[in-house]
């Protein structure tokens, strides 16, 4: 307590101080003057009088500075004298400081600006509590390899729930669009079913209303609807009365019960959800995985457990129900990282470059530093002569750099404000609505304090190196050569190893920026095997309630289908159960071979399921391989038929003899009727990330038709301008229906590596600013080394060496630089290369004719920076050169 | 040298408190030869050493200060004992002898028999 009260009053005292100084130095009056007039009542001379009591006192200005040390507060007061210093020396040297800010700005501001999205992809996706112990749990047939899909069986996960004790609950959920019919017009939404439990399990109750109850689980009963507080808000003006009332879905009436909260829209991008009523038969179903399910953790349990402990159901089910569980088990990840399977080695990259970057920075900051060192050496001797401690220099450097990295810093966290939205903003809507945690990316608290630690990591980091540095300075030696320039040496060699240092890490640097690109390029190639421009693309969806058979729905599809193709320009149009470069699976199934003998379900072969209207094939000039297409003659009242994709042909019937023979979907027992082959068409890659075109069955729309289908149209010329033309279509068949997503396939192909594309754009920027700070390296050291050998190149060229000699020296130290930092990292970009090929899908090995042109380029930066110097050394006069001497 | 200063200025500042306590209300210069007087030649130490305990005393609200006129008529800064100096001059006083008790005990010759 007296301790804080002291420290207050010290506080305060660094204020006022002359007025205290006074006060002081009148007390001291004071009391010499009243010990004069007691020596002089004891009979001493008037000048003996004073001289004993100044001798008693002792020395005054020792007391005084023992004395104001105790007033204030001494380490403050330093701290403020060091910080005017340092303000002055920086104001001093402009050119030296807008450098040196910008530089570690640079390398502040990039790490800044990554971490944001770090922070919200990866550390806060979702603002649940607890969200360490969600986890996703869907069931794996074996089938599924490289298929990402992530669904559970209804009986299954009611099984999981009960028989593995590791679940606080789960919930299972299934999600679609919905039609939503509004003032004459029909809107899609994107809407989920779910189980009552759903939003207990997510932690996460209504802002406004109620959730479901287990009554409202049950068919019929199910008519109640929560909405999301952004649809609430878009849909409905944020009606303050919605709770109650009714709004029309699929051609039922909903009830709206509950409003959540802001930002909740799980599974991203809901917009509303209502109860998932399953009759008894549905509930029951072990065969097809119909639902996506959810589950939290008992407190204390771990995934691994977890993990082990619905092994072990499923290892049950196995056994008791071998016709549909054979082979199957069940996978549990955590909620957190399931999105970022695929990305998170992109950003943990991203970071990883950024400090790339960052150290770059640094690097050159040291230089520039160390130039400066070397400039105040008589500053610094001359200190030390008066007395200056070692502490004393250390805290004058440690707070020089860490006002250097403070400017810095301000300017990064400025400037990150607007590059932070830039980056958010950079990606279309459509694709990032669907990354959680995409919204939250903002300067926010965590990443203010990852920058402020930066920082001051920084700031410390840099003084430290300097003092250590510095304190070779000898104080004798330096002031001695004082007519001289200072001396190198070793230092010189530091800070080539600076250069080299740099030099390296920016070919690091460039080489990721040149793989990000290549891959993006690669993977925009992948989707080989048909032509993607001049084809609109929409989805679209029928309710059940209006369409509840096959005739009904072939029906619909049909209209549109001759209504879009009739259009001026168009070519043809089709409907196809799941469009390439949808970043969704293909449905995997099932199939026999008629005449092979399969014994068990698991032991069936599998591949991708694809439903499409004839013209599939012409919209997306697949080209047909042998056999033929099928065509509208083949409907429903014709013999069933299919076409197959070239590789399924391949792996099935090596000795080709597949056209005539007959597959039925699903195991040897199914019901499915016998489907005659009659075509092979070429390979299409669904997705950029299967690693390749997987064996696909195509079965005919009109012998097979489905609710949801998305629609494609190839038209002569630009396919935007149809968009309106093919909504009349379908609104002149079914006002009821709503088509969403409506674009062009080019479009959607780009956006579905979006991802990958601003990384490739991040990369790129940060190759070109680790290009640019080198050759700033480069520069600072030769300038620096040619003025050091000033007399030198004087002495040479009075003995009569060239001036391109001279030019051919500087030259040559800013190729040996360079030459070294490549011949390092060089096979370290191999070494990271490798990495990031393990890590991320898509990147391979660099192509050796752009690492040599990355080497040329460093080359050529490095002449361009030695140009200045290798000038002025050219210049030198050797009679003023060796006057200095 | 911190340390030996520690255990004066520790004592200095019982002994301001105490002729505080019994002088009253006392100038810097007053306090410094009555510690003298009263150690005799024993603590035979620059005045000006004084001041910087004073503040110290002053900063942890043992004390207070303010301008007043010497005997002589002399303005002088005038020291004096707060509430909390007093009891704390009673703590460390108490905390003293107990010390130099047992110092005292310890160092006495022979008595340990028993």
Known sequence: ?885 | MAEKKDVWQGTLALMVLKTLDTLGPLHGYGIARRIEQTSGDLLAVNYGTLYPALLKLEQEGYIRSEWGVSDNNRKAKYYKLTRAGRKQLEREARDWEKTTSILARFLAPGEETS
Not at chain 1, 272 to 300: H, I, T, Y
Not at chain 1, 503 to 515: E, K, Q, R, T, W
Not at chain 1, 829 to 851: D, K, T
Request: glycine fraction near 8%.
């Open chain 1, 1 to 885: 307590m007296r301790g804080l009260r002291a420290w207050f009053w010290r506080l305060g005292s660094l204020f006022g101080k002359e007025r205290h100084e006074e006060e002081f130095a009148q007390e001291m009056q004071a009391h010499v003057e009243m010990h004069i007039a007691d020596n002089l009542r004891a009979g001493m001379s008037g000048q003996e009088a004073r001289r004993q009591a100044l001798l008693k006192l002792g020395g005054v200005e020792a007391t005084k500075e023992i004395y104001r040390e105790q007033r204030g507060l001494p380490v403050l007061e330093t701290f403020l004298q060091d910080l005017r210093y340092a303000t002055r020396t920086l104001r001093k040297n402009p050119g030296f400081t807008t450098i040196a800010v910008l530089t570690l700005a640079l390398g502040i501001g990039a790490n800044t600006a990554i971490f944001s999205m770090v922070n919200a992809l990866l550390l806060h996706p979702y603002n649940f509590p607890e969200l360490d112990r969600l986890v996703r749990v869907w069931e794996n047939r074996g089938i599924d390899e490289g298929a990402d899909t992530r669904f559970i069986a209804p009986q299954d996960a009611a099984d999981l729930s009960s028989g593995a004790p590791v679940f606080d609950a789960l919930t299972t959920y299934a999600c679609g669009d919905f039609n939503l019919s509004a003032e004459g017009n029909v809107q899609p939404a994107r809407g989920c079913r779910v189980s009552a439990n759903f939003f207990d399990v997510l932690g996460v109750s209504p802002a406004s209303g109620r959730a479901f109850s287990l009554t409202e689980e049950q068919p019929g009963a199910d008519q109640v609807a929560v909405v999301s507080y952004g649809f609430w808000q878009r849909q409905f003006a944020g009606d303050a009365a919605l709770l109650g009332k009714v709004i029309q879905m699929n051609g039922k009436r909903y009830t709206v019960v509950g409003i959540m909260p802001r930002g909740f829209d799980y599974p991203v991008p809901m917009e509303l959800w209502v109860p998932l009523a399953l009759s008894p038969a549905e509930k029951a179903d072990r065969a097809k995985l119909s639902l996506e399910s959810l589950a939290r953790l008992k407190p204390g349990i771990d995934v691994a457990e977890a993990r082990s402990a619905a092994d072990s159901v499923a290892k049950r089910l196995q056994q008791e129900y071998p016709a549909t569980n054979a082979n199957r088990r069940t996978e549990v990840l955590q909620l957190r990282r399931e999105l970022y399977l695929y990305t998170l080695p992109l950003f943990l990259l991203l970071q990883a470059a950024a400090v790339f970057v960052l150290l770059l920075a640094c690097a050159n900051l040291a230089n520039l530093l160390f130039a400066r060192i070397f400039g105040r050496q008589k500053e610094i001797a001359l200190r030390t002569a008066l007395g200056a401690g070692r502490w004393r220099l250390a805290r004058l450097f440690v707070t020089e750099t860490l006002l250097l990295s403070c400017i810095a810093g301000g300017v990064a966290i400025a400037v990150s404000f607007w590059s932070v939205r830039v980056l958010r903003t950079s990606i279309a809507p459509s694709w990032t609505m669907w990354v959680p945690g995409w919204d939250g990316i903002q300067v926010d608290c965590t990443v203010l304090a990852f920058t402020v630690l930066l920082i001051g990591t920084v700031g410390l980091l840099f003084g430290l190196g300097t003092v250590l540095h510095s304190n070779q300075a000898q104080p004798y030696n330096t002031l001695k050569e004082a007519g001289r320039g200072p001396m190198l040496g070793s230092k010189g060699r530091l800070r080539s190893a600076l250069v080299v240092a740099q030099v390296m890490f920016a070919l690091v640097l460039l080489v990721c920026a040149g793989l990000t690109t290549q891959a993006f390029l690669r993977l925009v190639d992948v989707y080989q095997g048909f032509a993607a421009a001049n084809v609109l693309r929409t989805e679209v969806r029928l309710p059940e309630k209006s369409y509840p058979g096959n005739s009904q729905v072939a029906n619909f599809y049909d209209r549109v289908l001759r209504g879009s193709a009739s259009l001026p320009g168009a070519n043809a149009a089709t409907v196809v159960t799941n469009s390439p470069a949808s970043n969704v699976d293909n449905e995997t199934t099932f199939f026999t071979i008629k005449g092979r003998a399969t014994l068990k379900a698991n032991e069936s072969p599998s591949g991708d399921l694809q439903i499409s209207s004839p013209d599939y094939f012409s919209v997306l000039r697949i080209p047909v391989v042998a056999g033929r297409v099928y065509s509208y003659a083949d409907n429903a009242n014709a013999a069933r038929v299919a076409v197959i994709s070239r590789s399924m042909a391949g792996r099935y019937w090596p000795s080709g003899d597949e056209l005539g023979q007959q597959i039925k979907i699903g195991a040897a027992d199914s019901k499915e009727p016998w489907l005659t082959i009659v075509g092979i068409v070429e390979d299409v890659r669904q997705n950029w990330w299967n690693p390749a075109s997987r064996p696909t069955i195509y079965e005919p729309f009109f012998q097979a038709p489905q609710r949801s289908m998305v629609f494609l149209m190839r038209v002569s010329s630009n396919p935007e301008s149809y968009a309106s033309a093919v909504r009349d279509v379908v609104r002149g068949i079914d006002d009821q229906i709503a088509l969403t997503g409506i674009g062009t396939l080019e479009r959607e192909i780009t956006d579905s590596i979006a991802i990958i594309r601003i990384m490739g754009v991040l990369m790129a920027l940060f190759g070109c600013v680790a290009l640019a700070l080198s050759s700033v390296g480069v520069y600072g050291v030769l300038a620096e080394s040619v003025a050091r050998r000033i007399p030198e190149i004087g002495v040479r060229l009075a003995l009569g060496a060239e001036p391109r000699d001279v030019m051919r020296l500087v030259f040559g130290q800013a190729l040996k630089l360079t030459g070294i930092g490549l011949a390092i990292g060089v096979p370290i970009a191999f070494a990271v290369n490798r990495a990031m090929s393990s890590l991320i899908f898509g990147i391979v090995s660099i192509n050796l004719l752009l690492l040599a042109g990355f080497a040329l380029l460093l080359f050529g930066v490095a002449l361009a920076a030695a140009y200045i110097p290798a000038r002025r050394a050219m210049r030198v006069d050797p009679m003023a050169a060796l006057r200095y001497e």
